[in-house]
């Protein structure tokens, strides 16, 4: 399957730079995964999209401060790094630049000192593999020195950087926002809860490898960057019990998506625990963990919109964007949302 046929033109005047006032204020187009049939909405009507006993399923990690600017302590050289994942404690991978000066053994300062840095290893696509040292907690010290790594297409300043959180944040660990969550607010959720609904929560921290587009000609070749899922006994419990009594289960976002289907078997049923996902869906792909998807609308050739692809059909995801485009909806992580049914 080519890349090329997940590509669109957008222009670039519908990238959301800065978000909306009122979270749950942005537009929602939904389309049917049957039909085809698209409709017109606001994110404030989701609970007229779902029936009592359905569960949705949200990810409540929390975004890191993960950018860093710091100097080669040997020569002073300027350096950026971008938190990927921890791989274990105290040793992260990073995204470096000037990577090819980051050799392994190089020690990079940040803050005359504060936190320290050592490369053990070389990876590729100026990926390294630090070793970190400071005194205290690792996410304080981050909350001095670090940046919130708002994606590449952003230009804007974030005035306030809980808007890149969603309000329902908890576990750090995350370089970028589960999108699909920022649209809720707590009338939405309280209303929802009201109709009987069930809301859970599950963890799932946000690599970069998940929004990076596929340079692969044959999407076969694309290799997935791996990310930590965590998820209860209690959580998979209510999941399994709205699968049995024939209600939906309905994933907010790609990334609760990509867990639940990493860890439900064959009938759907699905495990707690932690672990490691590289799951890559596109089209063809045979879904066993949810019944619909909260999404955003994604970068044109990601992996995202193969997964959206695999979900609502390519013919029906490339139409809805097509109308997206047409009715101006706004795109990427401030973006409008898309319910698929």
Same mark, same amino acid.
């Given at each position: 399957m080519r890349t090329e046929e997940f590509n669109f033109d957008l222009p670039e005047n519908l990238i959301a730079q800065s978000p909306i006032e009122k979270r749950d204020d942005s537009r929602m187009l939904?389309?049917?995964?049957? $039909?085809?049939?698209?409709?017109?909405?606001?994110?404030? #009507?989701? $609970?007229?999209?779902?029936?009592?006993?359905?569960?949705l399923v949200l990810n409540d990690t929390k975004v890191i401060p993960?950018?860093?600017y710091g100097k080669k302590k040997a020569t002073g050289g300027k350096v950026e790094l971008l938190l990927v994942a921890e791989e274990k404690e105290k040793t992260w991978l990073?995204?470096?630049? +000037?990577?090819?000066?980051?050799?392994?053994?190089?020690?990079?300062?940040?803050?005359?000192?504060?936190?320290?840095?050592?490369?053990?290893?070389?990876?590729?696509?100026?990926?390294?593999?630090?070793?970190?040292?400071?005194?205290?907690?690792?996410?304080?010290?981050?909350?001095?020195?670090?940046?919130? +790594?708002?994606?590449p297409y952003i230009g804007k300043t974030l005035q306030n950087p809980d808007r890149y959180q969603t309000i329902y944040s908890k576990n750090l660990g995350s370089v970028a926002a589960p999108t699909a969550g920022l649209?809720?607010?707590?009338?939405?959720?309280?209303?929802?809860?009201?109709?009987?609904?069930?809301?859970?929560?599950?963890?799932?921290?946000?690599?970069?490898?998940?929004?990076? +587009?596929? #340079?692969?000609?044959?999407?076969?070749?694309?290799?997935?960057?791996?990310?930590?899922?965590?998820?209860? $006994?209690?959580?998979?419990?209510i999941i399994n019990k709205t699968r049995n009594q024939g209600n939906r289960v309905i994933a907010v976002g790609t990334t609760s998506c990509r867990t639940l289907e $990493?860890?439900?078997?064959?009938?759907?049923?699905?495990?707690?625990?932690?672990?490691?996902?590289?799951?890559?869906?596109? +089209?063809?792909?045979?879904?066993?963990?949810?019944?619909?998807?909260?999404t955003n609308f994604h970068l044109p050739k990601s992996t995202l919109i193969m997964l959206v692809s695999a979900f609502a059909g390519r013919e029906n995801t490339m139409n809805a964007y097509k109308e997206a485009i047409e009715q101006k909806y706004r795109f990427y992580s401030f973006g409008d949302a898309m319910f698929i049914k």
């Open positions: 939904t389309v049917d995964r049957v $039909s085809g049939e698209i409709e017109h909405k606001r994110f404030y #009507e989701i $609970s007229e999209m779902l029936e009592k006993g359905d569960t993960a950018r860093l990073v995204m470096a630049r +000037p990577a090819k000066k980051l050799k392994v053994g190089t020690t990079v300062i940040f803050n005359e000192g504060l936190l320290e840095g050592t490369v053990t290893e070389e990876r590729e696509e100026g990926l390294r593999l630090i070793n970190f040292q400071y005194t205290g907690d690792f996410y304080a010290v981050l909350d001095q020195l670090g940046e919130m +790594p708002l994606p649209h809720f607010t707590e009338e939405v959720i309280e209303e929802l809860e009201n109709k009987g609904i069930n809301i859970v929560y599950i963890t799932l921290h946000v690599g970069l490898g998940t929004f990076k +587009p596929v #340079e692969a000609e044959n999407i076969l070749d694309h290799k997935m960057h791996a990310e930590f899922y965590h998820i209860t $006994s209690e959580v998979a419990e $990493s860890i439900a078997g064959k009938e759907g049923k699905v495990e707690a625990g932690n672990g490691w996902t590289d799951i890559f869906i596109y +089209p063809g792909y045979r879904f066993r963990g949810i019944d619909g998807l909260i």
